[in-house]
């Protein structure tokens, strides 16, 4: 149920992953930037050597030749003839090379800081859509989130950064071994990898933006709150059913008062009060991924996001062909996607209601 909501509001958002893929085009800029101006010229004479030696020659080759190469080949190619020769490279320049590397660490790290400032804007403006079918300004939503957003960003590019480092260097001890008698497998065992690394780091990082924006639910698992606003779809046993007004019929004659309705932004961002740091909040998420809530979830949420992932990696190779063309959809469907499923976890953990379109409304209770 996770990965189907989570194509379904995917979907339905699709406008917001324009302006997402616009933002994260305008980071990159800026830190390759102040790469060139302050990083770039540390690392001249490592540029010049690769000039010398034929390395970009050797890869722009590889490049031109890989429509007629298998995977494997081109895999063979890019690690004898690009990354060893680089390698080499760097390790000659020893003079000042730990400043070149501290420079270049603090330039990703921007990148990562930068990259990450969009995400609970985005946030913010799925869930508009996921609990009272409301559309969120993108830009209004970042200025507003800003404050927190850096506070955010910072905690999660001190999490994800190392990891993603030592995920990346396991990926290149594993294609160390392509010159081997396992080398046909090592495309796939790469990717596989890849899929089981990335795919745990959204679990355990699932909760962290929307417990931030949000706050951690009260209520034990009862959706509570004030009615949406608009037209929805009642909810039985944790499935979707259509109907338009069903909320209306839940209302109490005497007080007006709403049960069982969705819980909406409104609500949810009152509870965020508890949320005084980003620190807390984050180890406040693996607590609550952790928890007996959430204890027999975590596996299957995990296991949720290693099959969106093999997805991912598969409409994206397919975008590849026909001169990239496809990535133009597929990138921006994958950026959105992520901020999508933390949501979906986020509800389902909590166990709240939320709109998948303007007549459905479902409960993730069921995982998979």
């Known amino acids: 149920m996770i990965f189907t909501n989570t194509i379904k509001l995917t979907l339905a958002n699709f406008?917001?992953?324009?302006?997402?893929?616009?933002?994260?085009?305008?980071?990159?800029?800026?830190?390759?930037?102040?790469?060139?101006?302050?990083?770039?010229?540390?690392?001249?004479p490592i540029n010049a050597a690769l000039e010398t030696d034929g390395i970009y020659?050797?890869?722009?080759?590889?490049?031109?030749?890989e429509a007629n190469k298998s995977?494997?080949?081109?895999?063979?190619?890019?690690?004898?003839?690009?990354?060893?020769?680089?390698?080499e490279v760097?390790?000659?320049?020893?003079?000042?090379?730990?400043?070149?590397?501290?420079?270049?660490?603090?330039?990703?790290?921007l990148l990562y800081f930068l990259l990450n400032l969009s995400d609970l804007s985005v946030t913010d403006s799925v869930n508009g859509y996921?609990?009272?079918l409301t559309s969120y300004s993108f830009t209004g939503g970042f200025i507003r989130t800003l404050n927190k957003s850096a506070r955010y960003s910072g905690v999660k590019t001190l999490?994800?950064?190392?990891?993603?480092?030592?995920?990346?260097?396991?990926?290149?001890?594993?294609?160390?071994?392509?010159?081997?008698?396992a080398g046909g497998l090592i495309p796939f065992l790469t990717v596989i990898f890849l899929c089981v690394a990335i795919s745990l780091r959204i679990t355990l990082l699932s909760l962290f933006a929307p417990t931030l924006l949000f706050g951690k639910d009260k209520s034990n698992g009862q959706a509570s709150g004030q009615s949406a606003s608009g037209q929805g779809g009642s909810t039985q046993g944790g499935e979707s059913t259509s109907g338009l007004g069903a909320f209306k019929e839940s209302k109490s004659e005497s007080d007006g008062e709403v049960l069982g309705s969705i819980a909406t932004?409104?609500?949810?961002?009152?509870?965020s009060a508890d949320a005084t740091s980003a620190l807390e909040v984050v180890a406040s998420s693996f607590v609550t991924l952790f928890s007996s809530r959430a204890r027999n979830l975590f596996f299957r949420i995990w296991f949720a996001a290693f099959n969106m992932m093999i997805v991912l990696f598969f409409i994206n190779y397919m975008g590849t062909f026909f001169m990239g063309l496809g990535l133009i959809i597929t990138i921006p469907a994958t950026l959105l996607m992520l901020h999508v499923f933390n949501l979906v976890i986020y509800y389902t953990i909590y166990q709240k209601k939320f709109y998948t379109d303007p007549n459905n409304v479902t409960t993730t209770y069921k995982v998979v």
């Open 15 to 44: 406008g917001i992953s324009w302006r997402l893929v616009l933002y994260k085009a305008i980071a990159v800029i800026i830190a390759l930037a102040l790469g060139v101006a302050l990083v770039f010229p540390a690392i001249e």
């Open 57 to 65: 020659d050797k890869l722009a080759q590889l490049w031109r030749n």
């Open 71 to 87: 995977v494997v080949v081109l895999i063979t190619e890019f690690y004898n003839y690009v990354l060893w020769p680089l390698l």
């Open 90 to 109: 760097i390790y000659a320049y020893t003079e000042g090379f730990w400043i070149r590397v501290a420079g270049l660490i603090l330039l990703i790290s």
């Open 130 to 132: 996921m609990s009272s």
């Open 159 to 181: 999490f994800t950064l190392p990891y993603d480092f030592i995920v990346v260097a396991i990926a290149f001890l594993i294609l160390g071994a392509v010159n081997t008698w």
């Open 265 to 271: 932004t409104q609500e949810l961002k009152q509870e």
